[in-house]
């Protein structure tokens, strides 16, 4: 059994994956919220993450992705994880990375401040160094990027990996799941003066395996519609749909309308074509959409969650007998709590808070796939 768990952090992400074998990977890590405000709903990450980790008898993550440098998505991280590049972030209780994923944007953006400099120096201290570290994608940027600190390029590319492939390290066989990278693409740095992070953000399908059923989860990081569109050509063009398959989809960017459209919709946002394909034709029976926000409002807003993208989801999971949960209103907005998803035989299984009580909330929201009978190694999409 895998167990996800997505955090109540408000219009934040940080998502935890406990394999089944222990092994325990951490995408992103926007701890917003005070714990000294009494009206302030969102969890205290820093606290809930230690407690599990002494629960499991361990003071590291395996692996550390930041999909990409907005604050809402490495907001208290210096506070939080031991990191090499300096003596100031390494007393005894920090957490420590075992490796650590960004993409390439990550390394070579010119405008980081405050947390985002400080995780830009942690990654560009391990791939100097050569180890502890993956770089998804290598634009023309990072190799001058790399040749301007003296270094030779060619002797740090095995610490990249490009779009269309699977990242190293992890296997069905041997860890029952595989992480199959969707973006960034090269030209999403190379094309723009100023690094766009929400373009050029970590994108990965994450497929479990347990016994002969898969269960397949999509991370969006904070894609925009223009990005999964190019993500959705260019997968089809190669007939890899099954990597744009989902049971499982935590959206962008907080259901934002822009991950599905440039036009908000007056009632319901309408998706562009290819958006519209991924969600309404890529999903499972039974799937799940998963919203890590701020609960939906009623009215119109500037700031995401937007209620038209909210409404055009709950349409989605409506066909297929599914469930389109938010974080800040898990099990309710007065109380939010994480989600937790178990990956099991079956497929996937909703785990409702403990101190949950009345009629029992427990629901098998998703079915075992048939497993995937086309080859693990996959040629990569030169994106």
Same mark, same amino acid.
């Given at each position: 059994?895998?167990?996800?768990t997505?955090?109540p952090?408000? *219009?934040?992400?940080?998502?935890?994956?406990?394999?089944?074998n222990?092994r325990?990977?951490?995408?992103?890590?926007? *701890?917003?919220?005070?714990?000294?405000?009494?009206?302030?709903?969102?969890?205290?990450?820093?606290?809930?993450?230690?407690?599990?980790?002494?629960?499991?008898?361990?003071?590291?993550?395996?692996?550390v992705?930041?999909?990409?440098?907005?604050?809402?998505?490495?907001?208290?991280?210096?506070?939080?994880?031991?990191?090499?590049?300096?003596k100031?972030?390494?007393?005894?209780?920090?957490?420590k $990375? *075992?490796?650590?994923?960004?993409p390439?944007?990550? %390394?070579?953006?010119d405008?980081?401040?405050?947390?985002?400099?400080?995780?830009?120096?942690?990654?560009?201290?391990?791939?100097?160094?050569k180890?502890?570290?993956?770089?998804?994608?290598?634009?023309?940027?990072?190799?001058?990027?790399?040749?301007?600190?003296?270094?030779?390029?060619?002797?740090?590319?095995?610490? %990249?990996?490009?779009?269309?492939?699977?990242?190293?390290?992890?296997?069905?066989?041997?860890?029952?799941?595989?992480?199959?990278?969707?973006?960034?693409?090269?030209?999403?740095? =190379? =094309?723009k003066?100023?690094?766009?992070?929400?373009?050029?953000?970590?994108?990965?399908?994450?497929?479990?395996?347990?016994?002969?059923?898969e269960?397949?989860?999509?991370?969006?990081?904070?894609?925009?519609?223009?990005?999964?569109? &190019?993500?959705?050509?260019?997968?089809?063009?190669?007939?890899?749909?099954?990597?744009?398959?989902?049971?499982?989809?935590?959206l962008?960017?907080?259901? &934002?309308?822009l991950?599905?459209?440039a036009?908000?919709?007056?009632?319901?946002?309408k998706?562009?074509?290819?958006?519209?394909?991924?969600f309404?034709?890529?999903?499972?029976e039974?799937?799940? %959409?998963?919203s890590?926000?701020?609960? $939906?409002?009623?009215?119109?807003?500037?700031?995401?969650?937007?209620?038209?993208?909210? *409404?055009?989801?709950?349409?989605?999971v409506?066909?297929?007998?599914?469930?389109?949960?938010?974080t800040?209103?898990?099990?309710?907005a007065?109380?939010?709590?994480? $989600?937790?998803?178990?990956?099991?035989?079956g497929?996937?299984?909703?785990?409702p808070p403990?101190?949950?009580?009345?009629?029992?909330?427990?629901?098998?929201?998703?079915?075992?796939?048939?497993?995937?009978?086309?080859?693990?190694?996959?040629?990569?999409?030169?994106?």
């Open positions: 059994m895998h167990t996800l997505f955090f952090l408000g *219009n934040a992400d940080c998502t935890r994956i406990e394999l089944e222990c325990q990977l951490l995408f992103d890590y926007g *701890n917003q919220g005070d714990p000294d405000e009494n009206n302030d709903k969102r969890i205290d990450l820093a606290t809930r993450l230690r407690e599990d980790l002494q629960n499991a008898k361990r003071d590291y993550y395996d692996i992705a930041f999909t990409h440098l907005d604050d809402d998505h490495i907001c208290g991280a210096p506070d939080f994880f031991y990191l090499e590049h300096a100031k972030y390494q007393d005894d209780e920090r957490i $990375i *075992n490796e650590l994923w960004v390439a944007a990550v %390394i070579i953006d405008q980081t401040e405050g947390d985002a400099a400080v995780i830009q120096a942690e990654a560009r201290y391990r791939f100097k160094q180890k502890g570290i993956r770089v998804f994608s290598r634009p023309d940027r990072l190799k001058e990027w790399v040749e301007k600190q003296g270094l030779k390029f060619e002797e740090h590319k095995d610490l %990249i990996t490009d779009a269309g492939n699977l990242i190293p390290g992890f296997g069905k066989d041997k860890d029952g799941v595989e992480f199959f990278v969707h973006s960034p693409f090269a030209e999403h740095i =190379d =094309d003066t100023v690094v766009d992070r929400n373009e050029a953000a970590l994108v990965v399908q994450a497929t479990f395996l347990v016994q002969r059923g269960t397949r989860l999509i991370l969006g990081a904070d894609t925009t519609h223009d990005v999964w569109t &190019s993500i959705v050509k260019t997968t089809k063009a190669h007939g890899r749909e099954q990597r744009l398959a989902w049971d499982l989809f935590k962008p960017h907080h259901c &934002s309308y991950t599905l459209s036009e908000k919709g007056k009632d319901k946002t998706p562009d074509p290819d958006v519209k394909w991924l309404e034709t890529q999903g499972a039974s799937c799940t %959409i998963i890590s926000s701020d609960p $939906i409002p009623t009215s119109d807003t500037d700031q995401p969650p937007h209620r038209q993208a909210a *409404n055009y989801y709950k349409d989605v409506a066909g297929k007998g599914g469930d389109f949960m938010v800040m209103q898990h099990p309710d007065d109380a939010p709590e994480p $989600i937790v998803i178990t990956i099991e035989e497929g996937q299984q909703y785990q403990k101190q949950t009580t009345g009629k029992t909330l427990v629901a098998a929201i998703g079915a075992a796939r048939p497993r995937d009978q086309a080859p693990t190694q996959r040629v990569g999409f030169g994106r």
